[in-house]
């Protein structure tokens, strides 16, 4: 049986500084919490940037470089950068990160849906900045555009930059799209699928539209043609990950996806959660993959091909 990935997404573009005091989001946070989800266990991180002084999510690729340069000094934890950005950036915005970093690994949102994050907004009582709100609010009113035009850029884009994408499926028609970017030749298998439930706007969390996601990718992919993990927003993340390890599927966790640890208990790290989500798979006898046992079942270029492998090994 193959090693459980553990991948700890911790910070993204969905919550904002005001929802939990633990919330990372300058680049020294995100670097600490990074460094500490990977030696919980996580082998993958996946990481935004955001705007130092606000905490509003940035495509500045000065703070990506920071931050995965600084968590290259410090760990050999896979880094994942995203191409969702924050949800209102242009395609070139985007992408630019994967270009200029060439990272092992990136997302590739694999198709457009309502991305609604508005309830939250009702959450914050007094916002430490003024953008929390709006931005929140405005998701009432917004498409994630993820047409097939900017899924053969991005998909070009990485492959480019030698970059593994890591597939973001919100909802099951999305595996038909990458199915189409298969048949195009745009990527080639084997593929990565991050299965992404319970976005108001997208699949719901259930152990039914997990195995639905699964078995559509086994008709539509090809069991042998890709690698799957599942990720869950909101209360059922660390459920959902107890049953994707036990069908076989890798597993993320973070501050990303859920600000909690427990019902109404704020986790005060994403390595908090990562430490919870090894436990369950030590005690159901999965072993945990390390980053470079992620390498080899992900097939990803290694952590001296990206690009900011030598400025990295100089900060050491
Ligand atoms: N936070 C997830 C729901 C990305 O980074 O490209 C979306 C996500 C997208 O992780
Ligand atoms: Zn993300």
């Known amino acids: ?9 911790v910070t993204g573009a969905i919550h904002t500084p005001s929802l939990s005091p633990y919330f990372p989001w300058t680049p020294d946070q995100i670097v600490e919490d990074a460094v500490a989800a990977h030696a919980a266990g996580a082998a993958v991180v996946h990481v935004h940037a955001r705007d130092p002084q606000t905490g509003r999510p940035s495509s500045d690729f000065n703070i990506f470089r920071e931050i995965v340069t600084k968590i290259s ?16 950036m242009s395609m070139e915005e985007r ?32 916002p430490r900045f003024d ?29 480019e930059a030698g970059t593994k994408p890591e597939l973001e499926v919100y909802d099951v028609g999305m595996i038909n799209n990458i ?7 745009v990527m080639q298998p084997p593929i990565y ?34 690698v ?37 208990q704020l986790a005060k790290s994403s390595a908090e959660q990562v430490t919870r989500v090894v436990n369950i798979a030590n005690q159901l006898s999965f072993e945990v993959a390390t980053s470079d046992e992620a390498r080899a079942i992900l ?18």
Not at 73 to 88: K, M, P
Not at 179 to 185: A, M, Q
Not at 300 to 307: E, I, Q
């Open 228 to 264: 799957w993990s599942a990720c869950a927003a909101g209360k059922t993340q660390l459920p959902l990950m107890a049953v994707t390890m036990t069908m076989g599927g890798n597993t993320r966790v973070g501050l990303e996806d859920s600000l909690y640890v427990g019902p109404g």
């Open 193 to 226: 699928m991050q299965f992404v439930l319970g976005i108001l706007g997208g699949i719901p969390a259930t152990t039914q539209n997990l195995v639905f996601l699964y078995e559509t990718a086994v008709r539509a992919i090809g069991e042998k043609n890709f």
């Open 95 to 126: 992408v630019r990160p994967i270009s200029v970093l060439q990272p092992e690994l990136a997302s590739l949102n694999s198709g457009s849906i309502n991305f609604a994050i508005y309830p939250l907004a009702a959450k914050i009582k007094e």
């Open 1 to 9: 049986m193959a090693k459980l990935i553990v991948t700890a997404a």
């Open 131 to 159: 953008w929390e709100i709006p931005y929140l609010q405005s998701t009432e009113d917004l498409i994630f555009s993820n047409t097939f035009k900017t899924l053969k850029y991005y998909a070009k884009a990485m492959k």
């Open 179 to 185: 199915r189409h970017l298969l048949d195009l030749g």
């Open 73 to 88: 000094a410090r760990c050999d934890a896979v880094i994942c950068v995203t191409t969702g950005g924050s949800l209102f």
């Open 299 to 316: 097939g990803l270029k290694g952590k001296s091909h990206t690009g900011w492998a030598e400025t990295a090994a100089g900060a050491r």
